[in-house]
């Protein structure tokens, strides 16, 4: 793990950052889970789809970036969360932080910035069990593997 002793920055992901945003999301995803099983082609195209839909529903995704060097326009993308605000609750679609940042409490840090309601959380990503135990110790938080077969069901009868 790294310690990050340069200034970071948060902020709402843009256009230019979601080709890190895709290529984190499905090799991350494909890697942990049974998704690992789908074909290749099949896995990318919906994965895809799902983001596509997603951001076209209203998804945001917030960024956490290194700050530009002055000689270095470019940021370094550390992690981002890809959420959504119902009524009554926030939905966190995705986490994703480069694995040798994690115990920088980026994601800490941003949900701290984005659920300033304290709204209750779903996770509608199956997440490691030992960060759903700690996010679990300070929200109201719980994943619910059927948010989108629900909603798929309810939106075709």
Not at 44 to 53: C, R, V
Not at 58 to 83: K, N, R, W
Not at 126 to 147: A, E, G, R, S, W
Request: aromatic content about 14%; overall charge neutral.
């Amino acid at each position: 793990m790294i310690a990050i002793d340069a200034p970071v920055s948060f902020r709402l992901a843009t256009q230019t950052d979601y080709g890190f945003i895709y290529a984190c999301w499905l090799s991350s995803v494909k890697a942990t889970t049974a998704a690992k099983l789908t074909p290749p082609a099949i896995y990318a195209q919906d994965q895809t789809n799902l983001i596509n839909y997603l951001i076209k529903s209203g998804m945001q995704i917030f960024i956490c970036h290194l700050d530009s060097v002055p000689d270095e326009p470019s940021q370094t993308l550390l992690s981002f969360i890809a959420y959504q605000y119902l009524p009554t609750n926030l939905i966190i679609h995705y986490a994703f932080t480069k694995s040798p940042f994690r115990n920088n409490h980026f994601q800490s840090h941003m949900l701290n910035l984005i659920n300033i309601l304290h709204q209750p959380i779903i996770l509608t990503s199956p997440p490691d069990k030992h960060i759903l135990k700690q996010l679990q110790q300070t929200n109201n938080v719980f994943y619910d593997h059927y948010f989108f077969t629900r909603k798929f069901y309810n939106e075709t009868t």
